[in-house]
């Protein structure tokens, strides 16, 4: 390929510090179990890096500070601190500060991924790094950029596979980079803060080190993506001499390469981790102990896990929904983009995006566009309803509905309820009768006949449903939404010979 493409993982930017730490440890501690033996194991360690941050904000007036800013908006805890700041002596404040940190730190330690946390806490000294950095936000982008570089390897793993398989078949190349299918592109599925959960839970919270971590992604990396293909064939123009047409074709085979999402199921195999096993430390299977550890990480990283309450569609489950269509190759092209963000992407308002996977989705952002009780909040970054709607067409087809529900009403001509296709749109109302309007796709019909929609819909983010809100049935003006995809040499070839 010539150029070369790259993603992130949506997951590496994130508030100031260390803002939400406190209400990462009362979300942990809500669904860890007892974790009181760790707890006690690590108090000695615990204590010690209290003591040392205390004095040094006593000293410096940095850490103290920090904590107090972090935890200042986490209800019990922000009030606490705020009377434990009010008091008129220092002594006071600093005994009080003491055993919330101590008390903060002995449940960090034992819900906080060591891999990020040890070289603050202190509570594994043989891993610990003296040289590595000691700021939580340099650590995470430190490992974050690892993590990125391990599944960019298993990307470029993947995309050799492609120049293989053309290679070994004989095919023609220039056709068959033309029709690959790159899933990896349009829905990047890891997670960073799983990813280090799981490593430090597969190694019990000791001994975890940066070159281990990427040692062991590095050797699934070709695992990461799979690659199916299938064989075509297609009349292309027999050249002669200096690149000239004769007139005559000739049958060529190419070969159409899919590339799958990321495969999360891999990062479990690369650290040899048994979801259903017990983890001995909280007493809870090591599925529950990753998923409660990488929760705590996103709560102090970005202040929200991003969960939302849609689960994702699978490779599989989106595969059987595409083939029971009846529409299409452009529309179940449409389908196959917009499904790929069901639970993947938030709603944000104002939120739009250019084509493919966008590494800023999921990361704190400030709401600037007017007109929303969220505008001026910070909220995880995503699309909107017509944000969405324009992306998928735009990464499915290179065709553009414009921005804004308005602008896609007047892209868009009416058709009836029977005329619906999958990839046509749905609108709540007509412009200009609502405050606020809603535009969704339409996806085809459930096993009891509902029609379903998919869309971004501002309490869940990206989903798929059977509102009953939606009155008005468009379809893109001037656009043929009818035949197959092709390579774009044969769509051009095609669109001549039909000239």
């Not at 005559?248 to 899919?258: A, K, L, N, P």
């Amino acid at each position: 390929m010539s150029e070369e493409q790259r993603f992130g993982d949506g997951q590496d930017n994130y508030l100031q510090g260390i803002q939400q730490a406190a209400e990462a440890a009362r979300q942990f501690g809500a669904g860890a179990g007892s974790a009181g033996a760790a707890g006690a194991a690590a108090g000695e360690a615990a204590a010690n890096a209290a003591a040392a941050t205390v004095k040094a904000g006593v000293e410096a007036g940095k850490a103290v500070s920090e904590i107090a800013a972090g935890t200042a908006a986490a209800g019990p805890w922000g009030a606490i601190l705020s009377a434990a700041w009010s008091l008129r002596h220092t002594l006071f404040k600093i005994l009080i500060f003491i055993c919330l940190f101590l008390l903060f730190i002995v449940i960090a330690v034992v819900s906080l991924p060591s891999i990020v946390f040890n070289n603050i806490f202190r509570t594994d000294p043989s891993s610990v790094d003296p040289n590595g950095p000691t700021e939580v936000s340099t650590i995470f982008d430190d490992l974050s950029a690892v993590v990125s570089d391990c599944i960019q390897s298993g990307y470029d793993a993947a995309l050799a596979r492609v120049d293989q398989i053309i290679a070994d078949g004989g095919y023609d190349y220039e056709l068959s980079m033309q029709a690959l299918v790159n899933n990896a592109l349009i829905s990047t599925d890891y997670d960073t803060c799983y990813t280090l959960a799981a490593y430090s839970a597969s190694m019990g919270q000791r001994g975890t080190t940066k070159v281990d971590l990427q040692s062991k992604l590095n050797a699934v990396a070709d695992q990461m993506y799979a690659v199916t293909y299938e064989v075509k064939e297609a009349q292309v123009p027999v050249e002669s001499g200096e690149s000239e047409a004769t007139g005559e074709t000739e049958t060529v085979e190419y070969v159409v390469c899919t590339i799958h999402p990321f495969d999360q199921s891999v990062i479990l195999k690369a650290f040899g981790v048994d979801v259903d096993a017990t983890y001995d430390q909280f007493n809870i299977t090591y599925g529950e102990a990753i998923l409660n550890m990488s929760n705590a990480l996103k709560m102090t990283m970005y202040g929200t896990t991003s969960d939302g309450s849609v689960p994702p569609i699978s490779d599989a489950e989106l595969n059987l929904f595409l083939a029971s269509l009846d529409c299409s190759g452009k529309r179940k092209e449409l389908m196959r983009c917009a499904l790929s963000l069901v639970g993947r992407v938030p709603y944000f308002w104002g939120g739009k995006s250019a084509p493919g996977w966008n590494s800023e989705w999921n990361t704190p952002k400030l709401v600037t566009a007017a007109g929303s009780s969220s505008t001026g909040t910070i909220r995880p970054y995503g699309l909107d309803c017509s944000g969405f709607t324009e992306w998928v067409y735009q990464t499915a087809l290179g065709v553009t509905l414009y921005d804004g529900s308005w602008n896609q009403w007047d892209a868009t001509h009416a058709i009836t309820e029977e005329e619906l296709l999958p990839g046509d749109l749905g609108f709540m109302a007509v412009p200009g009768t609502v405050p606020v309007n809603h535009v969704l796709l339409y996806a085809g019909k459930d096993a009891d006949g509902k029609k379903l929609w998919v869309h971004c819909a501002s309490s869940t983010g990206v989903v798929l449903n059977s509102p009953d809100y939606v009155t008005q049935y468009r379809r893109r003006n001037d656009i043929d939404l009818e035949g197959d995809l092709l390579p774009a040499a044969l769509e051009v070839e095609e669109a001549g010979a039909n000239g």
